[in-house]
């Protein structure tokens, strides 16, 4: 049974930094495309980053491009999201998501969801 558990959420102020973290269990881990989303309230689900199986390749929205980095460590089934420059509008729940082939930021296609994270960025 695929498992996917995210940690490392909080609250900090704007301008800081969080690593999220998702641990992953129940699958072939490093066969599988994984990716980071949010959704705050009221909103729609948005894709952040998404990762393939070796890590060679990533994609970032245009919203966190140049301040987020998705990574992963296959020896450990863990994936990362190193957030920096936070905003307020960054607020918002973080979930990670695996599927064995679909690679992009739409949430649809993964069929592999954790429960997410809380971040809140505000001063």
């Known amino acids: 049974q695929v498992q996917l558990v995210e940690s490392g959420g909080g609250s900090v102020q704007p301008g800081g930094s969080l690593r999220l973290s998702c641990a992953a269990s129940?699958?072939?881990?490093?066969?599988?495309?994984l990716g980071w989303f949010r959704q705050a309230p009221g909103k729609e689900r948005e894709g952040v980053a998404s990762?393939?199986?070796?890590?060679?390749?990533?994609i970032y929205s245009d919203a966190v491009k140049g301040r987020f980095v998705i990574y992963r460590d296959n020896s450990k089934n863990t994936l990362y999201l190193q957030m920096n420059s936070l905003r307020p509008e960054d607020t918002a729940m973080y979930l990670c998501a695996a599927d064995s082939t679909y690679y992009g930021l739409a949430s649809r296609p993964f069929r592999n969801w954790g429960q997410g994270t809380q971040v809140t960025v505000s001063s």
């Open positions: 990762i393939t199986p070796s890590g060679t390749y990533t």
């Open positions: 129940g699958f072939t881990y490093s066969r599988y495309y």
